[in-house]
């Protein structure tokens, strides 16, 4: 430690620049805390992704093939005959336990029930549940 009357030390270390450093050093030091956080993305990542499949198409491309993910009182949908692939994503960034149902004009109706969608290892966004419902020809 410096004495109390050494002026002229200090003025030099401040001088030096050795202060400066010393302070961004502490600053910049990283603690094992510090190494365990995980920054997340601002994405949103949906809860359910739901790919629908029409090996058996009609004749005549359909305008509406409707999923709707309900949970409780909560309902998404998505008019997938309006994307591309037939690929529709809901609930973004939501938790639960959902029902999940397609509708289309000439097919069978097709449910899932129990979906359940958590967070992810780092609590930052859903674990996304993928679905395949392969539709059938009927009413």
């Known amino acids: 430690m410096l004495p109390m009357n050494d002026k002229s030390m200090m003025n ?3 001088n030096s620049g050795f202060l400066f450093f010393l302070i961004l050093f502490l600053v910049s030091c990283s603690t094992a805390e510090d190494d365990d956080e995980f920054v997340c993305t601002d994405i949103a990542v949906p809860a359910i992704s739901v790919d629908v499949d029409l090996t058996n198409q009609l004749e005549e491309p359909l305008d509406e093939i409707w999923v709707f993910a309900i949970d409780g009182f ?14 529709g994503e809901l609930a973004f960034e939501r938790i639960g336990v959902y029902t999940v149902e397609v509708v289309a004009s000439g097919y069978q109706d097709w449910m899932q029930e129990n979906i359940r969608v958590q967070r992810d290892a780092e609590d930052c ?15």
């Open 12 to 14: 030099k270390l401040i």
């Open 74 to 87: 909560f309902m998404d949908s998505v008019n997938v005959a309006q994307t591309p692939d037939l690929i």
């Open 125 to 139: 966004h859903v674990e996304t549940v993928s679905l395949n419902p392969q539709l059938v020809l009927g009413d």
